[in-house]
Antibody, heavy 119, light 110 residues
């Protein structure tokens, strides 16, 4: 069974750093891109970036370029999103999603990680 | 790129059909037949319902169908059921490893 399991909820202060994770299992991790999607409180889905584990290369939405960093650890089939300095506006649920191997859609989603940034 | 345009809400009675539109541009929906639709129940992760405009993943009821004309894609839910009440998001590939989502439509089953 394909699964994407994300790390748990985080509460941070402005200016702090954070790294959240998304562990893939039940499939060949290197064969699928991992997309990241933001959902701010009460709002819609926003596509942030996609990273391809085979190459560790990420393509960022212009809206998020420079705001966050994406990476993978192939040895433990895990993708990461990282902030160096959080802002209150980063408060949101962040989803990872597996890109279909042959298609251009996301066929399996993580459960989401709630990040709350508050002083 | 700008978000795709969806109506904020839609509704229908059980058994009826409802269609949700998703309008993009010639840079996304109009160029690529890679429009997908996702269903999201409150507090849950999105679920893929339609991909490549009108294809259904296994397990998704055939009451869900998709189409596209020009820069506008549509999701039709036939034979509405209570469990269809959810938020629905369209998404389109926009080239160069970029994607764009719609603003979402809240579907209410009356």
């Amino acid at each position: 069974e394909v699964q994407l399991v994300q790390s748990g909820a985080e509460v941070k202060k402005p200016g702090e750093s954070l790294k959240i994770s998304c562990k893939g299992s039940g499939y060949t991790f290197l064969s699928h891109g991992i997309g990241w999607v933001r959902q701010m409180p009460g709002k819609g889905l926003e596509w942030m970036a996609i990273i391809y584990p085979a190459y560790s290369e990420a393509t960022y939405s212009p809206s998020f370029q420079g705001q966050v960093t994406f990476s993978v650890d192939k040895s433990i089939t895990t993708a990461y999103m990282q902030w160096s300095s959080l802002q209150a506006s980063d408060t949101a649920i962040y989803f990872c999603a597996r890109r279909s191997r042959l298609g251009l859609h996301f066929d399996s989603w993580g459960q989401g990680t709630l990040v709350t940034v508050s002083s | 790129q700008s978000a795709l345009t969806q109506p904020p809400s839609a509704s229908g009675s059980p058994g009826q059909s409802v269609t949700i539109s998703c309008t993009g541009t010639s840079s996304d929906v109009g160029t690529y037949n890679y429009v997908s639709w996702y269903q999201q129940h409150p507090g849950k992760a999105p679920k893929l319902m339609i991909y490549e405009v009108g294809e259904r993943p296994s397990g998704v009821p055939d009451r869900f169908s998709g189409s596209k004309s020009g820069n506008t894609a549509s999701l039709t839910v036939s034979g509405l059921r209570a469990e269809d009440e959810a938020d629905y998001y369209c998404s389109s590939y926009a080239g160069s490893n970029n994607w764009v989502f719609g603003g979402g439509t809240m579907l209410t089953v009356l």
